[in-house]
């Protein structure tokens, strides 16, 4: 395993929307940042939507920009598909092990031409499209993928040797081995994010093995320009759905799940979402069923009424079972909320559950901070300075410390961002080890190639 070292300002864990957003911010005031992302790709969730509430904006054209401004950025080091092993402090500042793992594909050589891609004939489920789509063993993780570098797939790699033959720049290499880089950072920023509520953690919503149940990341795939069919289609047989419906609150406010609190987000794409598919299937009948809904945003409750206004049937109901026909339409046993407290059957050709956020599995130990109630992670001035830890020094922004949309993640990281340079510069880092200075406060990015970290 190779060893390197590097120095920089500030280290932000997570390349989400969070990550880039505090990156950037940090960097444009001439501070050097490392992003470690541990997906082969930086932008988080937001790449992978479609469109976002309540403006309705394209989430891949407003995305990709940032991610190609952090790239781009002289002060920002970027290193995909490597964990924080641990942190120390250490010197004024922390010193943390960076485990990066190996790709097979040399960074500096790929050109994302994915003729590699092409000619791999190993056909397995796509995690970026929900797993509705298929990738191959060698892939470039998606079409707008920050770094375009192919990665391959090495558990399912039947070893034939078609991606070396065909890749024109001599990149794979089947013998990569893991670099650790150690880094040295003055202040640390946590935008690990979150995940879903598992799709299979209630068995009364059939865990997850009803072909027609999806969650709502896939149904965002299902709508996007670039999304597995390219169209949306429901995964068993590839019928267009004529009815589609949506369960609010099925991974939130959920004692049994250990989720009581409300996720904030889920209501809102939901209506996005039955927007959208009324959008591209004028002929559906959406039904969402919902215990209360909390448009508390900016524009959310004109949306809300937009989407009434639409003809999507709002049924304020318990959603107390889901099964399946012979066709494998699910069948939706409800409770409904009013005086009768009536019970009933409807079938619909495809349910969404409108699962909930629970703290990023990916964030344990790294930094010895302590997690709230929730998972998520604990700030004890929630009031006056939300983004701060416990931790002096370590920062956190986005969906790391609590459910919230991208705008919230936006602002809360350019706070982080603005409480660690103030934090860099009292302790007297800013710029110090980097190779700026502190008067200037103009730090020199750190050098990519041997010695430094790829700028990748
Ligand atoms: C179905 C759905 C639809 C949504 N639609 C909208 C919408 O229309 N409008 C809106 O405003 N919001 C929407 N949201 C919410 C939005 O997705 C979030 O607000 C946003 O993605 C939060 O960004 P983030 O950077 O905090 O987290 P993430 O997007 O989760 O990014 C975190 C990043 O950190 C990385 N990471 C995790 N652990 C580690 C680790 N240990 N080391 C290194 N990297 C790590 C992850 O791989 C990820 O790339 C939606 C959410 C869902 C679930």
Not at 101 to 113: F, I, L, M, Q, S
Not at 236 to 260: E, F, I, N
Not at 272 to 290: E, F, H, N, R, S
Request: proline share 5%.
């Amino acid at each position: 395993m190779q060893d390197q070292r590097t120095t920089v300002d500030g280290l932000v864990i997570g390349g989400g929307i969070a990550g880039l957003q505090a990156a950037l911010d940090l960097a444009d005031q001439g501070l050097t940042v490392l992003i470690v992302e541990t997906e082969p790709s930086i932008g988080g969730k937001m790449i992978a939507l479609s469109k976002v509430f309540p403006t309705l904006d394209c989430s891949s054209c407003i995305c990709t920009p940032r991610m190609a401004a952090t790239a781009h950025h002289d002060n920002i080091t970027i290193m995909t598909y490597a964990e924080v092993e641990q942190i120390q402090r250490s010197d004024g500042g922390f010193t943390a092990s960076v485990l990066k793992k190996p790709r097979y594909v040399k960074e500096d050589a790929c050109t994302g031409c994915r003729l590699c891609e092409y000619a791999c004939t190993v056909e397995l489920p796509h995690e970026f499209e929900g797993n509705l789509g298929m990738r191959k063993a060698i892939y470039v993780p998606f079409s707008n993928a920050i770094p375009q570098v192919a990665l391959l797939d090495v558990d399912n790699c039947i070893f034939c040797g078609r991606c070396e033959k065909v890749c024109p720049t001599k990149a794979v290499n089947f013998l990569q081995e893991p670099e650790r880089i150690t880094v040295e950072a003055g202040a640390i920023i946590l935008a690990t994010g979150f995940q879903l509520t598992p799709i299979d953690a209630k068995a009364q919503y059939g865990r997850g093995r009803l072909r027609n149940v999806l969650d709502a990341l896939q149904v965002e795939r299902l709508l996007a320009p670039h999304g597995p069919y390219g169209r949306v289609l429901r995964p068993s047989d590839g019928k267009v759905p004529d009815s589609v419906a949506y369960v609010q609150c099925a991974g939130s406010r959920d004692q049994s799940l250990g989720v009581p609190y409300c996720s904030r987000v889920c209501c809102m794409y939901a209506i996005k979402q039955a927007m959208l598919l009324a959008g591209t299937l004028p002929l559906v009948d959406i039904t969402i069923y919902y215990m209360d809904i909390r448009a508390f945003g900016k524009g959310f409750e004109q949306f809300y009424q937009n989407a009434k206004a639409m003809g999507i049937e709002f049924v304020k109901a318990k959603v107390a079972k889901i099964t399946e026909d012979q066709e494998q339409n699910p069948i939706v046993r409800i409770e409904v909320m009013d005086e009768d407290g009536r019970v009933d059957e409807r079938r619909h050709d495809m349910v969404v559950l409108s699962l909930g956020m629970l703290p990023a599995d990916k964030r344990d130990g790294i930094v010895p901070v302590r997690a709230a109630e929730d998972g998520f992670v604990h700030c004890p001035q929630p009031k006056l300075a939300p983004c701060r830890t416990e931790q002096e020094g370590v920062f956190v922004a986005g969906t790391a410390a609590g459910p919230k949309d991208i705008p919230d993640s936006i602002v809360e990281a350019g706070a982080a961002a603005v409480e660690a340079s103030v934090y860099l510069r009292q302790s007297g880092w800013g710029g110090r080890k980097t190779g700026g200075t502190a008067d200037s406060q103009a730090c020199v990015a750190i050098a990519a190639g041997p010695g430094g970290v790829a700028t990748r």
